[in-house]
């Protein structure tokens, strides 16, 4: 966080720096069909209105490999400093180009981090991930029983190969003595698994997690309301969140579990705004630092700051990652953000985001 905020200070002194941060979606593919996810409920709606999903075709238009490797170059000759590969889908689709793109990484001394359902790798890419020093992967993981956890990723014994994958890394990490990759789970509460946090931080500690992020539910579509906490399992859990923080330190866990708000997800765009209201207008207070700090390249090529952001203008098969970034679009975006006129799609900002931007922002003032 604080490289994030040395970065911004750059900016301040009207320098021109690079992204401190490149995402890189692989693919927007995926062997699983998770109930909450907006890849999947956007597919659906256009199914509704007669547009059937092509795998093929979507395939067809995702960016090549030499473009990505080529991309991983240009982010470092810009001073990028840190790598996220995720996506609309899971990258391992893809993998021989991920795991070239995550070696591609490792040999230029950058840090890395992955984003995956943890189902399609094996013992040979999991000792490779490991001798490659891998920083940190980020399981996706939503429940510590197969029942549950298989519901929600919409497939049968999914937790089962996530869990064997998992004890794998753990034993690679110990015979070859080493701590990396950090493993982490990404955990949509739902009140699915309200109640059961307490078995979920025990799992995590059997399978070598040393940190878990839980994600408020994201409204994309009213058909996810079925698996959203009501107010009555809110303040159930509010009244066991100090229980549940104890547990997860007694494992050696981190997680954000103080940190959790229980607003709507709908309505982020007031958090932010509340955050900096009767605040200058400048980058101090920006509502969001992302376009001065990330730049996102999605399947298709489209190139942004925010996951939520849909329809770029850019695209990174037209042009260098220096000419966007430098370009009207970013430089756009970035006014918009200082003069606090954020986007509709801020109201969907996931909360951990703006708890990044609040750190960071409070590092700006001294």
């Given at each position: ?7 911004i200070r750059?900016?301040?002194k009207?320098k ?8 890189i979606w692989?693919?927007?593919?995926c062997?699983?069909?998770c109930?909450?996810c ?13 547009i ?7 395939m067809?238009?995702?960016?090549s ?10 982010a ?9 590969l ?19 990484i490792?040999?230029?001394?950058k ?5 995956t ?5 094996n ?9 490659m020093?891998w ?6 993981v939503d429940?510590?029983d ?12 999914v ?5 064997e ?15 990396k ?12 698994i ?6 979920f931080?025990?799992?995590?500690g059997r ?17 996810i ?11 159930w859990?509010?009244?066991k ?8 330190k007694k ?19 007031e ?12 980058l ?5 630092y ?77």
């Amino acid at each position: 966080m604080l490289e994030k905020a040395e970065r911004i200070r750059e900016w301040l002194k009207k320098k021109k720096v690079g992204p401190f941060l490149v995402e890189i979606w692989p693919t927007n593919r995926c062997n699983l069909r998770c109930i909450m996810c907006g890849t999947w409920i956007n597919r659906e709606k256009l199914e509704a209105k007669g547009i059937k999903y092509n795998p093929q075709f979507e395939m067809k238009n995702e960016i090549s490999d030499e473009r990505l490797l080529k991309l991983v170059e240009e982010a470092v000759e810009l001073g990028t400093k840190e790598f996220l590969l995720t996506g609309g889908g899971e990258p391992f689709m893809r993998k021989n180009l991920t795991l070239t793109l995550m070696q591609k990484i490792k040999d230029y001394e950058k840090f890395g981090n992955l984003n995956t359902n943890g189902t399609l790798l094996n013992k040979k890419d999991l000792k490779k991930i490991v001798e490659m020093e891998w920083d940190m992967i980020m399981f996706s993981v939503d429940a510590p029983d197969a029942k549950t956890h298989d519901y929600i990723r919409g497939k049968k014994k999914v937790l089962e190969k996530v869990k064997e994958n998992l004890l794998e890394l753990k034993r690679i990490k110990k015979r070859l003595k080493t701590e990396k990759p950090k493993i982490v789970f990404n955990t949509v509460l739902t009140n699915l698994i309200y109640n059961k946090i307490d078995k979920f931080i025990k799992f995590a500690g059997r399978v070598g997690c040393s940190d878990i992020t839980f994600i408020p539910l994201i409204i994309y579509d009213e058909k996810i309301r079925k698996i959203e906490l009501n107010l009555q399992q809110k303040n159930w859990l509010k009244e066991k969140i100090n229980e549940l923080i104890k547990l997860s330190k007694k494992f050696e866990i981190h997680t954000n579990l103080s940190q959790l708000e229980f607003f709507e997800t709908d309505r982020m765009n007031e958090v932010i705004l509340n955050e900096i209201k009767n605040s200058p207008k400048d980058l101090i207070h920006a509502p969001c630092y992302e376009p001065f700090l990330h730049f996102l390249v999605k399947a298709n090529g489209e190139a942004t700051f925010c996951c939520m952001i849909e329809n770029s203008p850019e695209n990174i098969k037209e042009k260098s990652l220096k000419e966007i970034w430098f370009g009207d679009y970013f430089s756009k975006q970035r006014r918009n953000f200082i003069n606090k006129n954020i986007r509709n799609e801020c109201k969907f900002c996931v909360f951990s985001q703006f708890i990044r931007n609040k750190k960071i922002r409070e590092m700006l003032k001294f």
